[in-house]
């Protein structure tokens, strides 16, 4: 089955947003049968409200990126045997998506 790109409406602010291809193939390949409701920004803020609300809260850890040397922070305990890399730096290193 071929997946085209689908303009979705958010259903919390009402902004238009795409629903790719990429994501429809993730979603058939899951078993999801709905299309997601909420916008990416409306997803997340309703997520991290979600956490707020349980009390949990994401611990940050401070590290220094293994490339450029910029202070960042990353969402895991990181170990001394691989190297940690602030965002910039990791979209030059993790390994190419395929495109469908």
Same mark, same amino acid.
């Given at each position: ?9 958010? *259903? ?7 629903? @790719? ?25 309703? *997520?991290? =409200? ?6 949990? =809260?994401?611990?940050?850890? @401070? ?8 202070? @960042? ?5 990181? @170990? =001394? ?20």
């Amino acid at each position: 089955m071929a997946f085209e790109d689908k303009e979705l409406v958010c *259903k919390d602010c009402g902004a238009t947003f795409i629903f @790719t291809a990429g994501e429809q193939e993730f979603y058939a390949e899951k078993g999801f049968e709905n299309e997601p409701q909420r916008c990416r920004e409306c997803r997340n803020a309703r *997520k991290a =409200s979600r956490n707020a609300q349980e009390g949990r =809260s994401r611990e940050m850890f @401070t590290v220094v990126c293994a490339d450029c040397g910029v202070e @960042t922070q990353v969402p895991f305990q990181p @170990t =001394s045997d691989r190297p940690v890399y602030c965002r910039e730096c990791y979209q030059h290193h993790r390994p190419a998506r395929e495109q469908y």
